[in-house]
Antibody
């Protein structure tokens, strides 16, 4: 069974930093692109970042480039999101997602998400 | 950057057909994916590559894509279909994944 479990969310002050983790199981981790998607309270889904299987290709939503850094550890089957200079606009549930059966650009498995709250 | 446009809301009576649209420039040339999200839950993929269904998704969910509009069709709508629905594409020019703004489906 495919499982993605996010952790590391919490309450942080504006200007602070946070590092999210996503632990994966149930699939060949080092063969797939991993993704982060976020959802602000009452708002829609927003793609954040993608990292290819060997970390050679990394992409970010334009407005987040420079503040967010994605990485992965294939030996530990985990992907990470380092978030710096956080503002209230970054308050959201952060989901880890992967495309396994449907293709690399599709999110066919999701974690339950971890809530990040940035206080001003 | 590429933009996907969805109607914010749609109301349908039980037993009727819901058609949720997703507009984008020449979207017919892209593969469109659709997700269903109920409150407090992670999204669930219901249609991928315009018209394919993941294993376990009922046949009542179908998709089409042509020209400037992709459509998710939900047949014989019931209370359990009430949710937010999002379309998504991969922009090959930027390698970015793009979501539409979402459509809240209400079953009357």
């Amino acid at each position: 069974e495919v499982q993605l479990v996010e952790s590391g969310g919490g309450l942080v002050k504006s200007g602070g930093s946070l590092r999210l983790s996503c632990a994966a199981s149930g699939f060949i981790f080092n063969s797939h692109t991993l993704n982060w998607v976020r959802q602000a309270p009452g708002r829609g889904l927003q793609w954040v970042s993608s990292i290819s299987s060997g970390s050679h290709y990394i992409y970010y939503e334009d407005s987040l480039k420079g503040r967010f850094t994605v990485s992965r550890d294939n030996a530990r089957k985990s992907v990470f999101l380092q978030m710096n200079s956080l503002t209230a606009a970054d308050t959201a549930v952060y989901f880890c997602a992967v495309g396994i059966w449907a293709g690399e650009s599709v999110f066919d498995f999701w974690g339950r998400g971890t809530l990040v709250t940035v206080s001003s | 950057s590429y933009v996907l446009t969805q109607p914010p809301s749609l109301s349908v009576a039980p037993g009727q057909t819901a058609r949720i649209t997703c507009g984008g420039n020449d979207i017919g040339s892209k593969n469109v994916h659709w997700y269903q999200q109920t409150p407090g839950q992670a999204p669930v993929l219901v249609v991928f590559n315009n018209e394919d269904r993941p294993s376990g998704v009922p046949h009542k969910f179908s998709g089409s894509n042509s020209g400037s509009t992709a459509t998710l069709t939900i047949s014989r709508v019931e209370a359990g279909d009430e949710a937010d629905y999002y379309c998504q594409v991969w922009d090959v020019n930027t390698d970015h994944r793009i979501f539409g703004g979402g459509t809240k489906l209400t079953v009357l």
